[in-house]
């Protein structure tokens, strides 16, 4: 049995992605997890993230509130997970190209706000997006409640676990699915558009400025329902490369059929990002048409 620690009190997302890491590391039946008065010097644990004012991976403690914690070379520095990621995170995936990935994807994005880092700004003052710390808030106790906070932050723990569980699986799949994307670029003659055997979204192909249409089947093993998909010009942007014909947009079916000429046409999305048929050749047809 492992005995983790962190501090007491109020749970970011920080210290809640931290102890569920070390459980994925560890094995949850292996992990018993205390909380600790943050202002307590002296922490008997064989982990400690998130306190105790030290950071030396030789002893196992994870702290960055002290004077001189590290920060990456990007400028963000490290949070307790970030710096538990950064010595286990390759161990926990199996991989190190999929940690790099994770560390993007999630840890930094945690690791930031929780150093008073600033990521983005959003364009609506009067809209905002639902954000990860606010998914691990709704965890900790409503106001006026007389519920166990650190109840609650061990049910934030195993939810947190779950979410870094299939970011994870995912990170793996994206990876195989970038070395498919590799391939079949670079094995293509025209580039402009590309061919799949595989569902794979034209979001994977926002790197390569040459692709403009993605044709691939609708779902795995389906041959009856084939998609064509405008790539878009950044990441940033939902602004297409090129776009189906105006008359096109919108129309499903037999109208589609009566606009389009393609006999097993099926629809086209208003936004004219979009075609779909029966058929892989009537999509590749349509995607020669996007201008």
């Not at 390759?90 to 994005?109: F, G, N, R, T």
């Not at 075609?275 to 892989?280: E, G, I, P, R």
Request: hydrophobic share 45%; glycine share 6%; proline share 5%.
């Amino acid at each position: 049995m492992h005995t983790v620690a962190t501090h007491d009190g109020g749970f970011h997302s920080d210290d809640v992605f931290a102890v569920a890491a070390f459980q994925l590391l560890l094995g949850v039946k292996e992990v018993r997890v205390i909380r600790v008065d943050r202002n307590n010097p002296n922490i008997e644990a064989d982990y400690v993230v998130d306190v105790g004012g030290i950071y030396d991976h030789a002893h196992k403690r994870y702290d960055h509130h002290q004077n001189g914690a590290p920060v990456r070379e990007n400028g963000i520095p490290y949070a307790g997970f970030g710096l538990v990621w950064r010595h286990y995170g390759a161990l926990i995936c199996k991989s190190e190209v999929v940690a790099q990935k994770l560390d993007q994807m999630l840890v930094q994005p945690i690791d930031a706000p929780d150093n008073g880092m600033i990521l983005s700004s959003p364009v609506r003052a009067d809209v905002r997006p639902v954000e990860l710390y606010q998914i691990i808030n709704s965890f900790a106790p409503a106001w006026g409640s007389e519920d166990s906070v650190d109840e609650a932050f061990l049910e934030a723990v195993t939810w947190a676990r779950s979410f870094l569980l299939r970011m994870i699986q995912n990170a793996h799949a994206s990876v195989a699915m970038e070395n498919l994307v590799r391939e079949v670029y670079e094995a293509s003659e025209e580039k402009q558009i590309l061919i799949f055997e595989t569902p794979v979204p034209a979001e994977a192909l926002i790197a390569y400025p040459e692709v403009e249409v993605v044709v691939t089947p609708r779902e795995s093993g389906d041959q009856t329902n084939w998609r064509a998909t405008v790539v878009r010009q950044s990441y940033v942007s939902f602004t297409p490369r090129v776009v189906f014909p105006s008359a096109w947009a919108g129309l499903r079916d037999e109208a589609l059929v009566d606009a389009s000429g393609f006999s097993d046409a099926v629809f086209c999305h208003k936004a004219q990002f979009l075609f779909v048929a029966k058929s892989k050749e009537s999509a590749i047809a349509a995607a020669r048409l996007a201008t």
